[in-house]
């Protein structure tokens, strides 16, 4: 399969001791980092998420016992986590002090937590996932590379300011704004275990956080000079049997919030001013592990943790189902037209994409998706030159990838089959009209020993596109890539260039009503 491999292709990797400043003139610019060739673009906050504030707990350590007191017995903990989650938060307890009771009760515990775990998932197969604690379920469906070790926990920018907010391995939330030296940091009693970060669009001071036994929905006024927003500027969704929550999304115009959790098989579609939610229930699949919603507002993707995945139009709620994939769908983005899926699954080095047609008028509530998924890039490992000459190998599955609001560059993380993430992030150019096009652009390297551990697009950068990056030393950099936007060029006549593809069709969709 390597000789297919869209990085045979690809321009040289950057030479050892070099970083990645921007993308000009139709190509990465790699500099020495000894000449500290580095600067943030004007406005944009200067941040390094240090370990200090971030220490994480350990898989036998969960969220709740460094909330309460060391000598408060197992049973009387077990008891407050009866009142945050119910009955599964009381096993989970006893899992994870294991040690402070008897064997026999230890075991019957676990087993009591997967059957729990099995009977909320509505599903007649036992998942490996049910069994786990909450911080390795966090830890295995996360797009931060590494969650439980990771310096930092989720990450979001604000959809139409110069803003962003990250939360820390103490639970603890910054909101950084380019207007401002002011640094907002958001603490809740349930604010533990935050998986994701997603602000309302058309909303400047709406944040959604992913929690443990809750979503809470932070109202950070951007006139405020508070520091330590009061909490009782924060809602608290919960809805029983949904946690640990992992993921979240918007619809664009703000109206509704998804949630989702890996142990539930509904999605949870809240109208946040009235603290109320409507599940959308399917039977099959363990829960939902991912959810993107698409930039039209007419389709959410949602990824289950088994070989399932469903599209949902968003007028009458009907979904269809694609079956079949060789494991789960690890990472996803719609292009911004909403007309083209990307996805990838968790054992193959290949990116897939489904097409559908648009919605004849507003009436119309046929999804229209593609009766089967085709191979569009294939990423498996190759040697690649180096500027200098040196071969290093590129390639592998793929941790996560993002698209900017143009459709014009696609951003992707990718790790080898030991887990091991690759220091680069794989940029590549797009085309969504009239079909999809992937070619190579570059890769974008970091200091010396840092690998990234999230990426994501500025939604409102005005010079083409800016890739955030968190590396794993903690810093935050931005790549500027400057292009001008094919929408923005007129009466230029462009030449269909086909990627590298092996054409495969895998992937065949089931109604469901």
Sequence with gaps: MSENSIFSIFPPAPTEGTITICEQNGGLVNLSSSTKPYKKPPS??????????????????????????????????????????????????????????????????????????????????????????????????????NWSRSPVKAFAWHPHTLKFAY????????????????????????????????????SASVLAVACQSCVLIWHVEPTSLATRPSTSSCQVLQQQNHAPVTCLAWDPSGRILLSASPVDTSLMAWDVPMETCVPLRRLGGGGVSLIKWSPDGSKVFSATP????????????????????????????????????????????????????????????????????????????????????????????????????HGERLAVTLHDDKEQVLPYVALFRTRINPMLEITPCGLIQGESGEYPLHVSFQPSFDKGALLSIIWSSGVVRYVPLYFIPSEEIQNVQHRHVAPPSLNGQILSPIPSH
């Design 44 to 145: 944009y906050p200067e941040v390094v998420i240090s370990g200090g504030g971030s220490t994480s707990l350990t898989h036998r350590e969960n969220a709740k016992s460094a909330f309460l007191p060391h000598n408060e017995t197992v049973w009387k903990r077990a008891l407050h986590a009866w009142y945050e989650m119910g009955s599964p938060g009381v096993f989970e307890e006893i899992v994870n002090s294991s040690s402070e009771v008897p064997d026999w009760v230890g075991v019957a515990a676990k087993k009591t937590l997967t059957f729990v775990r099995w009977a909320n998932s509505l599903h007649g197969s036992i998942f490996p996932h049910l069994s786990m604690s909450n911080e390795e379920i966090i830890t295995k469906f996360s797009d931060i590379v």
């Design 167 to 202: 939360a820390l391995g103490d639970d603890s939330i910054k909101v950084h704004s380019g207007k401002s030296d002011l640094v907002p940091t958001l603490k809740h009693k349930l604010q533990k275990n935050v998986a994701d970060l997603a602000w309302q669009p058309q």
């Design 306 to 405: 088994s070989q399932l995945f469903r599209v949902w139009e968003t007028k009458q709620w009907t979904c269809e189902v694609w079956t079949k994939c060789t494991s789960r769908c690890k990472a996803a983005c719609w292009s911004p037209d909403g007309r083209t899926l990307l996805f990838a699954t968790e054992s193959e080095p290949i990116i897939y994409s489904l097409t559908f047609s648009t919605s004849i008028d507003d009436t119309s509530t046929v999804i229209g998706g593609s009766q089967s998924a085709v191979v569009s890039v294939s990423l498996a490992e190759v040697g690649l030159s180096t500027e200098d000459g040196d071969i290093v190998r590129v390639g592998g599955l793929v941790q996560s990838m993002v698209m900017d609001r």
